[in-house]
């Protein structure tokens, strides 16, 4: 059934450019996928350990940065007289470095922030994320600072034997965002089932339990950091190579908001979730730009993000599957139901 | 060394106001366990009553500055009603996110009102600053350490002297037992939230003019108020005074001898080291209200 609905939604955006032939609303379609995937990242820190990390654009803007340089180069002074340079490698080379240093990066964070919890945690990562944009806007002689980085070439493919396929058009970038969506989900999905992915949970629903039955808590959480940073740095490369201009912008708090309200929206803690909230929350201004004043795309945005945790606290996907295993089972399954809600409440 | 001086004299004029910032921060922190995202756009508020009772009614800017006290002290406690007193007893991070989406709100409503063109507000105060040998202090910059100073000695008094307060550090220690005791937590938290706003908006008031005024000026300032909440520990209004100053000369000194690209940067940093060495805050024992 789950497997059937997958394959399901996978063709139904497989086959979206076969029909829409709008390239404004291939782009959105295109920028939107690259923040789902961002925001499915994001889920495995709060869906899955409960951590609310608001520095998560950080790991995609480090990301963006370092696939961007390394496919650009640079020539940087350090103190002491030394110069760094470096020649352009390829966009894929990028790619590749993206992932590994976000996930470095989110390696050090994770240690560090972990040792604080709840509004603390929430507080550091915050703070990490804006250090990194002030050093991102005033490293000029790295990053440009608010010149920004221009003429960001678009990525290739290094077709064995043949050459190499430069993706430019909005199409090749389409199926590879959704390519590297798919994977990004079948990796979160495999992870959340296995040992670790209960050791997360575990701790999630009752950390000092989760200690007391030899749930090492560092190691869980800063391995789910890594993999979430490394999935972030991934989406801010194809963001960098796409987009083809980078700017200190990139590391706006307002990014990880963001993010944050697809997750929630769609329902953290559920692997379908962020897709539909990343949907809804990345199509909306699209839907609204034609009625609204762009403030007041923004004013609705925070109203939305307010009406949704008052009205479908737990989100989208985990409340309509809940009617719909309601309804098909009929009202002798209610009670059970009826148990796990107000257990739901109690926890709130 | 007079460069140091002068940088000694920012530093208190600055401190002053972050320290309304911070108890602000750290009451709503302390009392109600919220993490107030919508404390910078009260400071924007602030800022913004004074220029429409200065420039746009052509009110005396003397008498502008209690509207927009009075005026934070209303919005803040129209956000507690409308927003927080329904999430009672919701986890801290659903209060949390439902603070950011006011806080976009608000901030694109303020956007959306006045523009994105800065704006300045006219003050009494003469241009010639006074000269003090080595140092110089603007008259404004003067007006604003003197009132923040009074408002800070207000809020003391207010929370260690009236039954008000009284109530409010109960409820700071135990809810249930302050709530036992006839105290209506409600109200205190209501209460709690309106004062905590009315000086965010009181320090967006008075930086305000000094600056000039902008919707994403509360951005920064929301910042600096979570960084001297977090170094004053949580609640301590004490501490949030000794924080705001030491925020100040912080950024005074990055700003000087580093680089004034980074002044911004030492909030942040601060937040990070404190966080990682000493997570209770600089001055843990005394942590509680007053």
């Known amino acids: 059934m789950r497997i059937a609905l997958t394959i399901l939604a996978v063709a139904a955006l497989a086959s979206v450019p076969l029909w829409l032939r709008d390239p404004y609303l291939l782009n959105s379609l295109i920028t939107t996928g690259i923040f789902v995937i961002g925001a499915m990242s994001l889920n495995l820190l709060l869906g899955f350990t409960g951590q609310l990390s608001l520095g998560h654009i950080a790991f995609f803007g480090i990301g963006a940065y370092v696939s961007a340089l390394t496919s650009l180069g640079f020539d940087v002074g350090l103190p002491g007289g030394f110069r760094l340079v470096h020649a352009p490698w390829p966009p894929i080379v990028g790619f590749v470095l993206a992932i590994i240093i976000a996930g470095l990066c989110g390696y050090f964070v994770g240690l560090l922030s972990f040792r604080v919890r709840g509004a603390y945690f929430v507080i550091v990562t915050i703070s990490f994320a804006e250090v990194v944009r002030l050093v991102a806007l005033n490293w000029v002689e790295l990053t440009q600072g608010p010149l920004a980085l221009t003429n960001i070439p678009s990525i290739g493919l290094p077709l064995p034997g043949v050459g190499e396929l430069t993706l430019r058009t909005k199409l090749q970038n389409y199926y590879l965002v959704l390519v590297v969506a798919l994977i990004a989900y079948l990796l979160i999905a495999r992870l959340v089932r296995s040992h670790f992915g209960r050791a997360m949970r575990g701790l999630m629903e009752n950390e000092t339990l989760a200690v007391s039955v030899g749930i090492d808590v560092t190691k869980t959480l800063t391995l789910a950091a890594v993999i979430s940073a490394a999935i972030a740095g991934a989406a801010g490369s194809l963001y960098a190579h796409y987009i083809r201009i980078i700017d200190p912008e990139v590391f706006a708090f307002i990014n990880t908001v963001t993010m944050v309200i697809m997750v929630i929206s769609g329902g953290k803690g559920s692997l379908a979730g962020p897709v539909v909230g990343g949907l809804i929350f990345g199509l909306l201004p699209v839907a609204l730009r034609p009625v609204m004043a762009p403030e007041a795309q923004w004013i609705a945005y925070g109203g939305v993000l307010i009406a949704i945790l008052f009205v479908l606290p737990r989100g989208i996907v985990p409340s309509l599957a809940q009617r719909f295993r309601r309804s098909r089972s009929g009202t002798t399954a209610l009670a059970p139901v009826a148990l796990a809600e107000t257990a739901v409440k109690e926890r709130a | ?144 350490l003197a009132a923040a100073a009074l408002l800070i000695l207000v809020t003391y008094l207010l929370i260690n002297k009236t039954s008000l307060g009284r109530a409010m550090r109960a409820t700071f220690q135990d809810h249930d037992t302050a709530s036992l005791m006839g105290v209506n937590v409600d109200m205190i938290y209501t209460s709690t939230f309106a004062i905590g706003s009315s000086l965010a908006a009181a320090a967006g008031a008075l930086l305000g003019p000094v600056y000039v005024i902008f919707p994403q000026m509360g951005d920064l300032a929301a910042v600096k108020a979570f960084a001297i909440v977090i170094l004053g520990g949580l609640g301590n209004i004490t501490g949030a005074v000794i924080g705001g100053f030491i925020l100040a000369l912080a950024e005074e000194l990055g700003a000087g001898y580093v680089s004034s690209g980074y002044r911004d940067a030492m909030g942040f940093v601060i937040i990070i080291a404190v966080l990682i060495f000493k997570p209770t805050g600089l001055f843990a024992r005394a942590e509680r209200v007053g």
Do not use: C
Not at chain 2, 7 to 17: A, I, K, R, S, Y
Not at chain 2, 66 to 79: M, S, T
């Open chain 2, 1 to 144: 060394m007079s460069e140091f001086l002068q940088h000694l004299v920012n530093m208190l004029v600055l401190g002053g106001t972050y320290a309304l910032l911070g108890i602000g921060l750290t009451l709503i922190f302390g009392i109600m366990n919220v993490v107030n995202f919508t404390h910078g756009v009260l400071y924007t508020f602030g800022a913004y009553i004074m220029f429409i009772v200065v420039q746009q009614i052509g009110l005396n800017f003397f008498l502008a500055l209690p509207v927009a006290v009075l005026a934070g002290w209303l919005l803040g406690a129209a956000i507690e009603l409308t927003l927080l007193r329904p999430l009672r007893g919701f986890d801290i991070d659903t209060t949390m996110l439902v603070m950011i989406g006011a806080w976009i709100a608000m901030q694109s409503g303020t956007l959306w009102i006045w523009g994105g063109v800065a704006k300045s507000v006219a003050t009494p105060f003469p241009e010639a600053p006074l000269v003090l040998g080595p140092v110089s202090v603007s008259w404004l910059r003067l007006f604003v």
